[in-house]
C-alpha cells in the first residue's frame, strides 16, 4: 500500500544531513570524523533502492496511481487508517531494521579499520 513512504521519508532526511555536514566540513576545510556521517552515503543508497524497489512493485500490483489520490488506499477513510496501520508497522519496521543494518555494517567496518592500524603500527 504505502509502507515505502517511510523508509522514503528516512531517506530525505538522512540525505539533507549528509548535505548539510559535507557542506559543514567543505566550509571548514577539514573532513567528517564521526563514522557515521562519513558512511551515511550507505545508509543513503540502501533506503533509496529499497524505496524504489518497493515503489516499482506497488506501481505493478496496482497499489499506486498517476492521478489523485495517488495510493488507491487513500480514496476511503476504512481504506485510509488500513493504509496508515501498514506505515505504522511494515514501514516502520522496514526502515528501522535498514538502519540497523547500516549501523551494524558501520561498526563493523570501524573494528576492521582499527585493527588493520593497529597491526600495521606492530610491525
Known sequence: MACFLVPTTEAIVTTIIKKTADNKAEKKGTEIKNPFL???????????????????????????????????????????????????TSGVAMAALVSAVWV?????TGAIEKRTVADGEQQ
Open 104 to 108: 551494524g555494517m558501520v561498526l563493523v
Open 38 to 88: 562519513k558512511k551515511m552515503n550507505w545508509l543513503n543508497n540502501m533506503l533509496w533502492g529499497g524505496s524504489a524497489l518497493l515503489a516499482f512493485e506497488h506501481v505493478w500490483h496496482g497499489e499506486v496511481t498517476p492521478f489523485f489520490p495517488f495510493l488507491t488506499n487513500a480514496a476511503t477513510p476504512e481504506s485510509a487508517s488500513e493504509m496508515l496501520r501498514e506505515m505504522a
